[in-house]
Structure formats: C-alpha cells, structure tokens
T-cell receptor
Framework: GAGVSQSPRYKVAKRGQDVALRCDPI?????LFWYQQALGQGPEFLTY????????KSGLPSDRFFAERPEGSVSTLKIQRTQQEDSAVYLC??????????????FGEGSRLTVL | KQEVTQIPAALSVPEGENLVLNCSFT??????LQWFRQDPGKGLTSLLL?????REQTSGRLNASLDKSSGRSTLYIAASQPGDSATYLC??????????FGKGTRLSVIA
C-alpha cells in the first residue's frame, strides 16, 4: 500500500480482555516499530523488528504485551488481560533502512485502545 | 538516558505570524533529529529530518535548525496559516536505539 495501515482504528475492551492490533507497513520496508502514545504525551517506544526478527523489546511495559512479525511484513501487537492503564494510541511505523538511527520513519494513523 | 523537552507546550498565534518552536535534548550524541506533525486523531507525518552532520533543513515555509553541541533544535514556521494548526513533535535518534520523542507543542493558528 501507499502508507502504513493499522487496524482496528478504534478498539474498546473490557478490563481483562485480550486484544490484537495489526500493522501493515509500507511494502519493502525492513524496519518496523511499535510505539505507545498516552493522551497529551509523546510516543514511547515499545518494540522494534528488522524483517521477522524482534531485535529490541525493551519498551514493552509488561509480559502481557507481545508482538510478532512472522513473515517480515505484517505485524501484530497483542495485549493480554488488558488493564485501564493500557488505554492509549498504539502507533506503528516503518522504515526502509535496516538500522534504527538513520532512516526516516513513516507512521500509521494508530489504533486507539480504550479499556473500560 | 536521553530526554527531549519541547517548549512551549502550547502556542496560539494570529494568521500570518512567523513562529519558532523549541526542542532540547540532554545527550548531544545523536544520529539525527526529526520534526513531526500530528493532527488530532491521526498518526505522525514526518516534516524534516536533520542528520547529525547537518545544521539545518528547509521545506517550503518550514526551516529546522540543529545545534548538536548545545542540544537544541528549532522549527521555524513562516507566514503561519490556520492549516498549520496541529501538534509538532521533536524526536532524536540517540544511536542504536529507537527515536526518543518530546511531548510536543500544540499550535493553534487563528484566522
């Protein structure tokens, strides 16, 4: 596609439910990032993939958060047993280059998660 | 740990005014700095990317400068328009780690 696509755009979950958020990066982009953005804050890094390899998951806030990119394209961020503090916008970004520090990032529109 | 601060947090200006948004970072060892725009309910759009070896980048009415040694960047918007109203985010790449973002400056341009 022309840009990074995320789905669903909006998700309301009851506390304790599992959710899955999908990201379709720009075709051919090697690097894929997930960020969490709370209301009124800047995005906070969650995890980074280079192709199918998850090279950095240091930003995942707990073991309830899990991300995968099995074929090096589409990625899924899964949150188990959601809590109210998980409410945020989850942003996916992709980059053509393989390193984290030299490429321009292209962001999707995000998935807004509200946990009741 | 790299920290990014953006001042002011919010800014309201009349249409046509030139304005400056400020970004500071605590560790000058960065690879690049990016300015993004975020409209309400939307993702981030990259505006300008400045490599550590560069001092400024320009795109249309936007000009971003970088002073790595002092840990500062500014985004200059000339002849502001209501369509420029958005949140502007600054982010630095500290090395082999992902971007670190500031909290943004929320800009309102009043017609």
């Amino acid at each position: 596609g022309a840009g990074v696509s995320q789905s669903p755009r909006y998700k309301v979950a009851k506390r304790g439910q599992d959710v899955a958020l999908r990201c379709d990066p720009i075709s051919g982009h090697v690097s894929l990032f997930w960020y969490q953005q709370a209301l009124g804050q800047g995005p906070e890094f969650l995890t980074y993939f280079q192709n199918e390899a998850q090279l950095d998951k240091s930003g995942l806030p707990s073991d309830r958060f899990f991300a995968e990119r099995p074929e090096g394209s589409v990625s899924t961020l899964k949150i188990q047993r959601t809590q109210q503090e998980d409410s945020a916008v989850y942003l996916c970004a992709s980059s053509l280059v393989v390193t984290t520090n030299t490429g321009e990032l292209f962001f999707g529109e995000g998935s807004r998660l509200t946990v009741l | 740990k790299q920290e990014v601060t953006q001042i002011p947090a919010a800014l309201s200006v009349p249409e046509g005014e030139n304005l400056v948004l400020n970004c500071s970072f605590t560790d000058s060892a960065i690879y690049n700095l990016q300015w993004f725009r975020q409209d309400p309910g939307k993702g981030l759009t990259s505006l300008l990317l400045i490599q550590s070896s560069q001092r400024e980048q320009t795109s249309g009415r936007l000009n971003a400068s970088l002073d790595k040694s002092s840990g500062r960047s500014t985004l200059y918007i000339a002849a502001s328009q209501p369509g420029d109203s958005a949140t502007y985010l600054c982010a630095v790449s500290p090395g082999n780690t992902p971007l670190v973002f500031g909290k943004g400056t929320r800009l309102s341009v009043i017609a």
